[in-house]
T-cell receptor, first 111, second 114 residues
Framework: KQEVTQIPAALSVPEGENLVLNCSFT??????LQWFRQDPGKGLTSLLL?????REQTSGRLNASLDKSSGRSTLYIAASQPGDSATYLC??????????FGTGTRLKVLA | GAVVSQHPSRVICKSGTSVKIECRSL??????MFWYRQFPKQSLMLMAT?????????EQGVEKDKFLINHASLTLSTLTVTSAHPEDSSFYIC??????????FGPGTRLTVT
């Protein structure tokens, strides 16, 4: 059974810092891994999607890497801003394409 | 990009009543849709896989008689919470699968049972 864990559970950093969020999964047989952002009381915003054959994806200040063999992914946020404050979720798709979500990291960027 | 809508976005109902939530893929056909539930300050938990033209597949621990899923067409899946109770209050999110590997999420429905 696929299990997805995210570390840290919560993170508070001053504005401008570069930071790394971690995601680990127990079953390496995945189709893809996706990082989402969720603001309080809102739905999901897709940030980056990495297919199983890819090693990383970049969008603006965000970079996500995937190491299937070790069951890990990282989301790197450069020059963090207060507007980046949200909960970040990673999710892995395997088997019948259903996503298994991680436990989430609550990020707060202080001005 | 592809769009998935949910209706309603918020609903308040009385204990013992039933509530229907719709999930629509607006610009693509989805043979498979998924329903998730999210309790406050927790992550999303998969409830069931909705397959067009066949019965839904429920995850372990999810009561199929309480959470009725109907995937009547390639663009619509509905989740009916029957005899709702306060503990069913949650954020319900659906997603739709666009072949081969893309999945798009709806904006979610906030259910409050009083």
């Amino acid at each position: 059974k696929q299990e997805v864990t995210q570390i840290p559970a919560a993170l508070s950093v001053p504005e401008g810092e570069n930071l790394v969020l971690n995601c680990s999964f127990t079953d390496s047989a995945i189709y893809n891994l996706q990082w989402f952002r969720q603001d309080p009381g809102k739905g999901l915003t897709s940030l980056l999607l990495i297919q199983s054959s890819q090693r990383e994806q970049t969008s603006g200040r965000l970079n996500a890497s995937l190491d299937k063999s070790s069951g890990r992914s990282t989301l790197y946020i450069a020059a963090s801003q207060p507007g980046d404050s949200a909960t970040y979720l990673c999710a892995v798709a395997s088997g019948t394409y259903k996503y298994i979500f991680g436990t989430g990291t609550r990020l707060k960027v202080l001005a | 990009g592809a769009v998935v809508s949910q209706h309603p976005s918020r609903v308040i109902c009385k204990s013992g009543t039933s509530v229907k939530i719709e999930c629509r893929s607006l610009d693509f056909q989805a043979t498979t849709m998924f329903w998730y539930r999210q309790f406050p300050k927790q992550s999303l938990m998969l409830m069931a896989t909705s397959n067009e033209g066949s019965k839904a597949t429920y995850e372990q621990g999810v009561e199929k008689d309480k959470f009725l899923i109907n995937h009547a067409s390639l663009t619509l899946s509905t989740l009916t919470v029957t005899s709702a109770h306060p503990e069913d209050s949650s954020f319900y999110i659906c997603s739709a699968n666009r072949e081969p590997y893309e999945q798009y999420f709806g904006p979610g429905t906030r259910l409050t049972v009083t």
